[in-house]
């Protein structure tokens, strides 16, 4: 719901005994936020930053995408080579998960070494997202369950789990995990930026909105700002950012941001948020966001039941130097070309009529040329 900046800040100040020492010690020692200027030296740096939420057609989540007996490279490097030559992506947005990383630490990061290195030589670098609050707020490590017919993105899984989020003696399993990977990668040419919390106040979606504990948000406003600081501790030459996605006007003068939301406009190196709107809304979360005075980043778009297409909203972005990453690439076990009503209404029978998301066919082929053209067309302008 609204709240005024000024009932925020008292809320936010009353919050601050409650800050673990591990927040503490991570604030004293963490470098500071990057001024508008930097982040804009750094955007002026990159090309047109255009790509895609990208997980293999062969994984249903993140689990199964990174873990050792299900990671697919050749998968993975035949996906992004289309991606390359088809639509001319420079960047892909790919999930991370703090439970396959605390199953084998070393072996997580030999597979994130491998797919950057598949990556690089596709001239693509990507967005790596810490933690997701998305679909299934119970993970299991281990072989992951197979997709429910015609739902969309049946078996995603959030991270950290709910059981660990609202226990705060895992913050410092989380903790290790950030700084981990952060420092592991945080000073490598090949990754592009790091999201540190996907959609953090997002209460699950289709069946979990109302499992959602009590208690979930209330850790996620106090642990998000720690995310940010033990990640910016590792000092990583890439920005840090978590995007926005709901609410009615996001603009610093509107007074309706959330407490989790005002952590993610507060942090953030680069803004990035997520829009699956027409192009006239599309525009208008544009001009809200302007006035923060950094890069922009939408990080999720496309949606084209919804109004979200690439004829429209793709040169939109490209007139106001918007990066884009939509969602997502490949025809796979995630079923997003299937719309958000799937969960209610599955389509078993029938397919939709259009795709909801994604690109590129199971076979490789793509959904629409029309498309392809369009994305190398703006990638190539100047």
């Not at 997580?108 to 001239?123: P, V």
């Not at 996907?198 to 406003?221: C, F, H, K, M, V």
């Not at 389509?347 to 082929?365: E, N, V």
């Amino acid at each position: 719901m609204p709240r005024s900046a000024l009932f925020l800040a008292l809320a936010l100040a009353l919050q601050a005994p409650l800050a673990s020492p591990l927040a503490a010690q991570t604030e004293a020692t963490s470098p500071a936020r990057w001024t508008p200027a930097q982040a804009q030296r750094w955007y002026d740096k990159q090309p047109w930053i255009v790509g895609a939420n990208y997980i293999p057609a062969t994984a249903i989540n993140q689990l199964e995408m990174w873990q050792a007996a299900t990671f697919d490279p050749k998968t993975i490097d035949r996906e992004l080579g289309i991606a390359r030559q088809q639509f001319g992506m420079n960047t892909m947005r790919v999930y991370l998960h703090d439970l396959a990383w605390q199953q084998d630490p070393a072996g997580m990061k030999q597979r994130i070494d491998a797919f950057l290195a598949i990556a690089a030589r596709h001239g693509i670098r990507p967005i790596f997202v810490l933690f997701d609050s998305c679909w299934d707020p119970d993970p299991v490590i281990g072989p992951q369950r197979p997709p429910i017919p015609g739902v969309h993105n049946s078996g995603w899984v959030q991270g950290p789990s709910r059981s660990a989020l609202i226990d705060p003696t895992q913050d410092a399993r989380l903790r290790a995990y950030v700084e981990d990977i952060v420092g592991s990668f945080g000073n490598d040419d090949r990754v592009l930026a790091w999201d540190v919390w996907n959609e953090p106040d997002n209460p699950g979606g289709g069946s979990y909105n109302a499992s959602q504990l009590a208690e979930e948000r209330t850790r996620i406003e106090q642990l998000l700002p720690q995310v940010f600081q033990w990640a910016r501790a590792k000092r990583p030459r890439q920005p840090l950012t978590s995007g926005l996605w709901i609410g009615e006007d996001w603009s610093p003068t509107a007074g309706k941001l959330t407490p989790i939301q005002q952590t993610q406009v507060a942090q953030s190196d680069v803004i990035s948020f997520h829009n699956y709107e027409w192009p006239e809304q599309f525009e208008a979360r544009i001009r809200q966001l302007r006035p923060y005075g950094r890069p922009l980043l939408c990080t999720e778009w496309l949606a084209r039941g919804n109004g979200s297409n690439v004829d429209t909203i793709l040169p939109i972005a490209r007139r106001e130097k918007i990066a884009m990453v939509n969602w997502g690439l490949v025809e796979g076990r995630i079923q997003t070309t299937l719309p958000w009503d799937s969960w209610e209404r599955p389509y078993t029978l029938q397919p939709p009529t259009i795709w909801f998301h994604d690109l590129i066919r199971k076979d490789g082929t793509l959904y629409r040329p029309r498309e392809a053209e369009i994305f190398r067309q703006l990638g190539a302008a100047r």
